[in-house]
């Protein structure tokens, strides 16, 4: 029988009472043998957990309740749980305790952004990334920002909290561009935003005209069918930075695939963007997110452009 124990003790080391966005558990990063398919996250004022085989559901009653019996000493900041089962390209999710918010509204780094537990397999911002958006909220003041494959526009929050000039995002789903929106306008963030729903790979014409950029940030999905492979299409947009940023520019280059290792990413990188791309440093994992392996999780790398 699996013992749910560091579950269990990480709920009860928890800090729930900011009442922000965090992961509470981090099975996925292959640290908790046993547990690898399970992560736990609080979306205040809802527990959010994930698992990424299927449970039986005798097993998932226990776990359930083992979490929630749990969790009860938090009844001032948890009021209900989620659980969402993501076993290959199969997503369901189901309330199993308390009545969402509706719409539910999240905050983290003093910026808010409304998320949706049931509908989608993600839940309009990813936890991993909050490094990555305080890095950015300290890189963005008086500065052109430019937000590649965007999603709901979080990386967009995160430049204007910091002061930045304009900011362009651009990802070719629609849906979660609206999203992006509705993030901003919560946000009071009306002016000097622009959202395109365009292909990356065929727009850097566009992209010129609009540049160039003081600040890049380039987050793609690994893998988004009949548009991107991060593998396969990562290096045509490093080829055309050049065209699109600013002299001293600062870039943030995301990667999250287990099968990229951090050095091959730096050679793809070093290959395909050119020597004027420098190497500074890699962001550190968000709290809450302990990896076996560093190579196999996200990565944050930032660089400068110091031009040819």
Not at 131 to 140: E, P
Not at 201 to 230: A, H, M, N, R
């Amino acid at each position: 029988m699996i013992s749910y124990s560091p579950i269990l003790d990480a709920i009860e080391q928890a800090d729930v009472s900011e009442n922000e966005l965090r992961r509470i558990f981090h099975g996925r990063g292959h640290c908790f043998p046993s547990l690898e398919h399970i992560n736990l996250d609080f979306y205040p004022p809802f527990l959010f957990l994930t698992s990424y085989q299927e449970i039986e559901t005798d097993e998932l009653e226990r776990l359930v309740h083992q979490v929630w019996n749990k969790a009860s000493v938090y009844a001032d900041f948890i009021t209900g749980l989620v659980y969402q089962q993501r076993a290959g390209r199969e997503t369901s999710s189901r309330v199993f305790y308390g009545t969402l918010p509706s719409p539910h509204i999240v905050v983290e780094l003093g910026l808010s952004y409304q998320v949706d537990l049931l509908t989608h397999q993600n839940t309009g911002i990813f936890p991993d990334m909050r490094n990555g958006r305080s890095f950015v909220v300290s890189q963005s003041k008086h500065k052109k920002v430019l937000n590649l494959f965007s999603y709901t526009c979080g990386f967009s929050l995160a430049a204007m909290h910091g002061g930045a000039t304009s900011v362009v995002n651009m990802d070719m789903n629609k849906g979660v561009l609206a999203q992006g929106k509705v993030n901003h306008k919560l946000n009071g963030f009306d002016e000097n935003v622009r959202f395109f729903p365009h292909d990356i790979l065929k727009s850097f014409g566009k992209l010129k005209k609009l540049g160039p950029f003081e600040l890049i940030i380039i987050d793609p999905p690994s893998f988004q069918k009949g548009s991107f492979e991060l593998t396969k299409d990562y290096q045509k947009i490093l080829r055309r930075l050049s065209d699109i940023v600013s002299n001293k520019a600062t870039l943030l280059l995301c990667a999250n695939s287990p099968d990229l290792t951090e050095k091959k990413f730096m050679e793809l990188i070093t290959e395909h963007a050119g020597d004027g791309f420098n190497f500074e440093y890699r962001l550190e994992s968000a709290l809450g997110f302990p990896e076996k392996d560093q190579n196999k999780n996200l990565k944050a790398l930032v660089y400068r452009y110091h031009g040819l």
